[in-house]
């Protein structure tokens, strides 16, 4: 262990900050050599007689200047000032991109990616692609399709949402698409262009975020209470803003799980029609629920750009989705799948569509169901005593860690101990001020014994900060 402490007692600012520059300063000097472990949060705080917090920002500030990197369960470890750094080091180390290797496979506990449980799916998968092969029918599956889908599998998307929303919309109405994400693409695309505005929840998930900046559309988030963005603040920004649509996740909402009742639903709508701003209602968790309200587009159908997949409710890599709208927008939204992916993949779509009529797939989604409530029960009683907020159906919960925490510190601390979850503020639209919290994600754990061992490691690290990485790693490999 590096015996390694700055005097910061002669620099000027904030003592995170000075932390950080005595990281530079060391570094040049060749105090501090490249591949040298740093001391833990813990025992830094107490040889410079701050917080753990304080180290801990300060440790996500010099990995944001690239000067030393944290390893999941190994602890911080001074940069190769020579290393490229990397899109990861730039984030403060926290990515929303896939890793390369399985993290799970070497005892970290990875509750950072919104996923379903996995394994659920497979035994059908096989068995479907099977009897694929073996209906004579396969050579067609790899012809071009028309640009909205084919006719079957747009039947079998209305039919799946109406079973899942409780909304009916005629096959017609619907477009097949490569997943929600994709279907989110084609509805911007189809609405708005670079300067134009879109409306969406203060906190929300981060693909429109990028989506928004890529194209150069200005995003404005929105004033939320318990049950998801209110109707005030959408009405204020119509108001104010002009905007071409309202981006929203109004069932358990992500990065929340807050789920807005028919009420609100029907105010959203009723203000979305007086100020002709279209709908796109991203319910991608929305058959996850047992009950759950119609969605917002049913009050709004002229407006409605309704949007679905299977990412959550069946398998990530099913890259299959749809998206409803006004029977004369189907035409455009279907050019717009031609001119970003040529078509939904066939093969995708007929598996889709017999798990649709066949029923798996409402089989795969009530086995879904009852193991995240399982997993969501075990939080509840882990967490306990503790500020958070989940839905019982739910993937994800938001924890509050207590003041001095910061989002991003309690990442990295929990990310020491050999436990990933995502700071708020990767949710975070423009400057909006929201509480510091960290999303976890149920879904992607192995088992019960893995959720509540890492979920155990979050509630020691507000309570007390102790419990090492080392020890959950051994527990868990």
Not at 442 to 455: H, M, P, Q, S, T
Request: aromatic fraction near 6%; hydrophobic fraction near 40%; charge should be neutral.
């Amino acid at each position: 262990m590096n015996i390694w402490t700055p005097n910061i007692s002669e620099r000027p600012g904030p003592k995170y900050k000075a932390i950080a520059d005595s990281i530079l300063s060391d570094i040049r000097s060749g105090e501090l050599a490249p591949g040298e472990r740093m001391p833990t949060h813990r025992e830094l705080a107490y040889r410079l007689g701050v917080t753990v917090g304080t180290v801990t920002r300060a440790y996500s500030e010099a990995e944001r200047r690239g000067l030393v990197a944290g390893e999941v369960g190994r602890g911080t470890y001074v940069r190769d000032p020579n290393a490229p750094i990397t899109s990861d080091v730039l984030n403060s180390g926290f990515s929303l991109s896939i890793p390369e290797e399985n993290t799970m496979s070497s005892g970290v506990c990875d509750f950072s990616l919104s996923l379903p449980v996995s394994g659920v799916a497979e035994k059908y998968f096989a068995k479907s692609l099977s009897d694929i092969s073996n209906s004579h029918g396969l050579g067609s599956l790899l012809d071009y399709t028309p640009d909205t889908g084919l006719p079957s599998h747009r039947q079998a998307g209305a039919a799946w949402i109406k079973q899942i929303s409780g909304m009916k919309v005629a096959p017609s109405q619907v477009v097949i698409t490569n997943g929600a994400q994709h279907a989110v693409l084609a509805a911007v695309m189809s609405l708005a262009l670079r300067g134009d505005t879109i409306l969406t929840e203060c906190i929300t998930y981060h693909g429109i975020k990028t989506l928004a900046s890529e194209m150069g559309i200005k995003l404005v988030g929105l004033e939320m209470d318990e049950f998801g963005l209110t109707a005030a603040s959408f009405e204020a920004a119509c108001k104010e803003h002009s905007p071409k649509a309202l981006y929203t996740i109004p069932t358990m909402q992500n990065p929340t799980s807050r789920t807005m009742g028919e009420k609100r639903r029907k105010e959203i709508a009723k203000i979305a029609i007086h100020y002709n701003v279209a709908i796109i209602e991203d319910d991608i968790f929305g058959s996850i629920p047992e009950q759950r309200p119609l969605p917002i587009t049913s009050f709004a159908p002229s407006l409605g750009y309704y949007l679905t997949s299977f990412s959550k409710c069946i398998a990530p890599g099913l890259r299959y989705g749809f998206i409803a709208v006004p029977e004369n927008v189907a035409p455009r939204i279907g050019a717009i799948i031609r001119d970003t992916c040529r078509m939904a993949t066939p093969l995708m779509g007929e598996i889709v569509t017999q798990w649709i009529e066949s029923g798996v797939a409402s089989e795969i989604t009530a086995l879904q169901r009852k193991e995240l409530a399982q997993r969501q029960a075990v939080a509840a009683r882990t967490l306990k005593g503790l500020d958070f907020e989940m839905h019982p159906d739910g993937f994800n919960i938001l924890l509050y860690p207590p003041e001095p925490w910061r989002d991003e510190e309690f990442a990295l601390a929990a990310k020491e101990r050999g436990v990933l979850v995502m700071p708020a503020s990767v949710f975070a639209v423009g400057h909006a001020k929201t509480r510091h919290a960290v999303r976890i994600c149920l879904g992607a754990a192995r088992n019960f014994d893995i959720v509540e061992k890492g979920l155990k490691q979050l509630a020691d690290l507000i309570r007390n900060g102790t419990n090492s990485a080392n020890a959950y790693a051994s527990s868990v490999i």
